[in-house]
């Protein structure tokens, strides 16, 4: 089982960046996928959610309205379309499926907004 992120970088305050998870060793379209985040100093923290099939999105407070989950089960890929991005958006960010008994995850990407 693999989750492998990719997408992070250094990015202004106010910009946007797009987050990939590419999934492979299990049956990705079964699973709910979330992307999480660790800033420095702080605890794991749940950013979004999305069904299995797509149909259903949830995203935390300090993100909705500027992050977008999406996937694209053909490619076993989830998506994390972050836009206005602000200082306090700096963390690694991880993917995660959990289900079944499961609970796998990514290495993280880091994800820094700096002037």
């Known amino acids: 089982v693999q989750l492998v992120e990719s997408g992070g970088g250094l990015v202004q305050p106010g910009g946007s960046l797009r987050l990939s998870c590419a999934a492979s060793g299990f049956t990705f379209s079964r699973y709910f996928m979330r992307w999480y985040r660790q800033a420095p100093g702080k605890e794991r923290e749940s950013v979004a959610t999305i069904s299995s099939g797509g149909g259903n999105t949830f995203y935390a407070d300090s993100v909705k309205g500027r992050f977008t989950i999406s996937r694209d089960n053909a490619k076993n890929t989830v998506y994390l379309q972050m836009n206005s991005l602000k200082l306090e958006d700096t963390a690694v960010y991880y993917c995660?499926?959990?289900?079944?008994?499961?609970?796998?995850w990514g290495q993280g990407t880091q994800v820094t907004v700096s002037s």
């Open positions: 995660n499926a959990r289900g079944f008994g499961d609970d796998y």
